[in-house]
């Protein structure tokens, strides 16, 4: 399974508060994600370096995500 699968799994959103920020792309997002649950470790102590996300803009990630039904989905197509 490719990452090109994971391209269109959501669009990249500015919050509108803070419109100056440019959103992490998909795939640091998903990097930081994976290791995040992968090594269990708590979100703040995620680190932006090796090409993960902030720790933050992952868990909001994971979660609108989560809420939307692409987590689960994805999920799904991880296992199988």
Known sequence: ??????APVGSETRHFRFTDRKPIS???A????RF????GIPWMTLSTK??????MACWQRLRERTQTG???MFFCLLLS
Do not use: C, E, F, K
């Not at 399974?1 to 994971?6: I, N, S």
């Not at 995040?36 to 090594?39: D, G, K």
């Open 50 to 55: 090796q090409g993960r996300g902030h720790s």
């Open 26 to 28: 998909n795939y640091p």
């Open 1 to 6: 399974m490719g990452l090109d699968r994971t």
């Open 36 to 39: 995040v649950l992968s090594a």
């Open 70 to 72: 692409v987590w689960p």
């Open 30 to 33: 998903l990097n930081g994600i």
